[in-house]
């Protein structure tokens, strides 16, 4: 197995967050990619390698290219407006609001654009933020284009993580969706049918979004119930696609304190949706935060129940890419994340 890595993710370090009325300590910190990428190499599974540069043709295919252009520009934006702060959104666009898809109504100032492009204030920027989105961006397709040379499976260290991303928003740390991408890649280097799915606490808002009118990605999400857990707007069962894309979008929400007991048989149900559709290959946007001890998560899954994850998605017998997403339990999480590869791989 290869693993691709770049230590540009380090640029980002956004040092505080707002949660719950106040500013507390970051929780999507560089530690996470490093502890991920080191535990890879002390269970010796293989090379990291570092990622190609890529175009943004593929990430203009699934987000409004206007939106990536306003990630690329926003800190000199925020500079330019006098700020040195980091820069994150404090208005947002509601129903009845101006609509992203419509050029003539972005907003000139740089605090309009934040929330024009948002939904929550997590996404934040910092001197070289854009640099690590276009990092992070570039290792998801450098592991699709393994898997479409012909790997059976690879894993793309990403950070900044993807899957809260949609076509025409950031939000929950995420700017360019890696995991769209990836499915994408895969698509234009020939794959007619792509699976994603998510194994991320929180629901793959912004992947879902970005696939809910195709055909051609199937996108299956296993996520704590939108009623009493961010990003609570979506991620319902009746969710199951819409025109084209109808029954090509599965969720799965789980009750908080969901352990093994009740995670595996959704991981089941998901795993059959996604064998019955039949898949050229497979992206797993991986989240570990499933962990009994992350702090902003209420899932009891255990170290030992990570590598069964992986040997459960390994019964696909399909090309498998794992994508870094989320997971906060830092002194854990290289364990956790590295455990599912170990399972895949049948260790």
């Known amino acids: 197995m290869k693993a691709i890595y770049s230590d540009t993710h380090k640029q980002h370090g956004v040092r505080t967050e707002l949660m719950s009325g106040r500013m507390v300590p970051a929780f999507e910190t560089p530690d996470r990619a490093e502890l991920i990428l080191a535990r890879f190499a002390e269970q010796r599974l293989g090379p990291a390698l570092a990622p190609t540069e890529q175009s943004l043709a593929t990430a203009h295919t699934i987000h409004l290219p206007r939106y990536i252009e306003f990630l690329s520009q926003a800190w000199a934006d925020w500079q330019a407006a006098g700020n040195d702060s980091p820069c994150m959104p404090s208005v947002w666009r509601a129903p009845g609001m101006a609509d992203a898809t419509d050029p003539r109504k972005e907003p000139a100032t740089i605090d309009g654009k934040l929330g024009f492009w948002s939904f929550d204030t997590s996404?934040?920027?910092?001197?070289?933020?854009?640099?690590?989105?276009?990092?992070?961006?570039?290792?998801?397709?450098?592991?699709?284009?393994?898997?479409?040379?012909?790997?059976?499976?690879?894993?793309?260290?990403?950070?900044?993580?993807?899957?809260?991303?949609?076509?025409?928003?950031?939000?929950?740390?995420?700017?360019?969706?890696?995991?769209?991408?990836?499915?994408?890649?895969?698509?234009?280097?020939?794959?007619?049918?792509?699976?994603?799915?998510?194994?991320?606490?929180?629901?793959?808002?912004?992947?879902?979004?970005?696939?809910?009118?195709?055909?051609?990605?199937?996108?299956?999400?296993?996520?704590?119930?939108?009623?009493?857990?961010?990003?609570?707007?979506?991620?319902?069962?009746?969710?199951?696609?819409?025109?084209?894309?109808?029954?090509?979008?599965?969720?799965?929400?789980?009750?908080?304190?969901?352990?093994?007991?009740?995670?595996?048989?959704?991981?089941?149900?998901?795993?059959?949706?996604?064998?019955?559709?039949g898949p050229d290959a497979v992206v797993v946007s991986l989240g570990v935060d499933t962990f009994e001890c992350d702090p902003i998560s209420s899932f009891k899954l255990k170290t030992c129940d990570f590598p069964r994850i992986g040997e459960r998605i390994a019964s696909l017998g399909k090309p498998t890419l794992f994508v870094m997403e989320g997971g906060y339990a830092v002194a854990d999480i290289g364990i956790n994340a590295v455990g599912v590869l170990e399972g895949f791989e049948g260790r």
């Open 123 to 277: 996404s934040a920027f910092v001197t070289g933020t854009w640099d690590a989105i276009k990092a992070s961006y570039d290792v998801a397709l450098t592991g699709a284009d393994l898997i479409a040379a012909g790997d059976a499976v690879a894993f793309a260290v990403c950070r900044p993580p993807g899957h809260h991303a949609g076509s025409t928003f950031m939000g929950g740390y995420c700017f360019i969706n890696n995991a769209a991408a990836a499915a994408q890649r895969l698509i234009e280097r020939g794959a007619t049918r792509v699976a994603i799915l998510d194994v991320d606490y929180h629901h793959g808002n912004g992947t879902q979004e970005i696939f809910y009118n195709r055909a051609d990605v199937l996108v299956a999400n296993i996520h704590a119930d939108p009623m009493f857990e961010y990003p609570h707007y979506i991620g319902f069962a009746d969710e199951a696609g819409r025109g084209r894309g109808e029954g090509f979008n599965l969720n799965l929400p789980m009750p908080l304190g969901t352990s093994w007991t009740g995670y595996a048989p959704a991981l089941d149900i998901a795993l059959d949706r996604i064998s019955h559709y």
